[in-house]
């Protein structure tokens, strides 16, 4: 593929189209997942375990997408991989509304979880360079990137009740069959929005004879502290809505909360932009981490719904800037060539924390305590991960 030195000639268009991979790969891929558990639990008799187990296994196959997207992406390509992942993604979204029976359906969180993994790494490597061909904006274009994922959360708010609604007047068997349809063709549609403005940013130069190292001693403690984000976070997105629902709130105002939320993680790109340059170590994501923990702690304590919706909104403003906040350490700490390295291992820590979360909360929440002691687990696991990223260092120049 050849290798372009020029910026595109409308760098924000170009990451707003960028952006719509992370809103396929986590926005409409993974976290439309926590409106449909409650209409899949109800349907096919599932306890809180089994369907926190959905999300899990997607992570599981994030994990295992994370570990082969570096050798992926040095054999196809960054530009390839990402519209490959996207494609694959919207394929197995469509899949979801064929079927029912429970293992088929843990076969295609896998399958989601890969192409996600591929997809949102190479579209964190496009981002990065975009960012660094605009370096006084590079902090707001990595942030948009990953801010993106809330135009997939917002768009599944709308998309999930509708099409719930449509197929329940039609009489569907499985109602929640007709939303995954709908993701998927949703996420065909930013594929195809999103795939010549992310081919102009071009390929890096591919450097194959150039060691590719990333050492994880230097990075312990904010990736111990980013996988216990994942720990946290994860059971928040998961769970919120069934909380909501089996607090009473109304369907109306459940759609305007995850609308929010979504808006919200689009708004982050802007809010966090300026701290993400001016840190070089771990003291953004500590800040993120501490600020979720405190928020996710809301719904747990009270069903009041203003303090509900200022729960959704920070979380929506923080959540995707805790992995923005990585990227621009591996920024700021590596050379290029050893960014791909660097935002893989990242991510490898943060699906593997997205893998224990989702089962945890789901075993707690099964208990007499129930969800809200599950939320409350969650809280903890990333007022740990803050402890645990201010201890990172940034490393001396060229290290």
């Known amino acids: 593929m050849p290798t372009h030195d020029h910026s595109p000639s409308h760098p924000l268009a170009t990451a707003l189209a960028l952006s719509l ?19 899949m639990r109800d349907d096919l008799g599932w306890s809180y375990l089994l369907a926190g187990a959905m999300n899990t296994f997607n992570a599981l196959g994030y994990f295992l997408g994370a570990l082969a997207t570096p050798a992926l992406m040095r054999r196809l ?5 990402l519209i490959i992942g996207s494609v694959l993604a919207s394929i197995f979204m469509l899949m979801s509304g064929l079927v029912s029976d429970t293992t088929t359906l843990f076969l295609q969180r896998v399958c989601a979880g890969v192409a996600s993994a591929f997809i949102f790494i190479a579209g964190g490597v496009l981002a990065a360079r975009l960012g660094s061909m605009h ?40 109602a929640w069959q007709w939303p995954w349809l709908a993701l998927g063709i949703a996420c065909l549609a930013a594929t195809a929005i999103m795939a010549v403005p992310a081919k102009a940013i071009g390929e890096a130069p591919r450097a194959l004879d150039t060691p590719r190292r990333f050492a994880w001693r230097d990075f312990a403690p904010s990736l111990a502290g980013y996988f216990m984000f994942g720990v946290g976070y994860i059971g928040y997105m998961t ?7 089996q607090q ?78 990585t990227t621009a350490l591996v920024r700021h700490n590596l050379p290029p060539q050893s960014w791909t390295a660097g935002i893989s291992a990242y991510t490898t820590v943060f699906a593997l924390g997205q893998i224990v979360g989702p089962i945890v909360v789901g075993w707690i929440a099964d208990g007499p305590a129930g969800l809200e002691r599950g939320l409350i687990a969650s809280a903890i696991a990333l007022f740990i991960g803050a402890a645990l990223a201010s201890r990172q260092k940034a490393l001396a120049a060229g290290a």
């Open 21 to 39: 991979g992370a809103a396929v790969a986590l926005g409409l891929s993974r976290f439309s997942y926590g409106l449909l558990l409650p209409p």
């Open 77 to 81: 390509g960054v530009w390839r991989l």
């Open 135 to 174: 370096s006084q904006h590079a902090g707001f274009y990595i942030g948009l990137y990953y801010g993106g994922t809330g135009f997939g959360i917002a768009l599944s708010a709308l998309l999930v009740p509708a099409a719930l609604a449509a197929a329940q007047d039609h009489g569907a068997a499985h």
């Open 239 to 245: 769970f919120v809505i069934a909380l909501l629902k």
């Open 248 to 325: 009473g709130m109304s369907a109306t105002l459940i759609t305007v909360f995850y609308t929010l939320l979504g808006l919200a993680v689009v708004a982050s790109s802007r809010i966090w932009a300026r701290m993400l340059d001016r840190y070089r170590g771990g003291e953004s994501l500590a800040i993120l981490n501490g600020v979720l923990g405190a928020v996710t702690i809301l719904p747990a304590l009270t069903s009041f719904a203003p303090v509900v919706f200022i729960s959704g909104l920070v979380f929506g403003a923080v959540f995707l800037s805790v992995v923005a906040s």
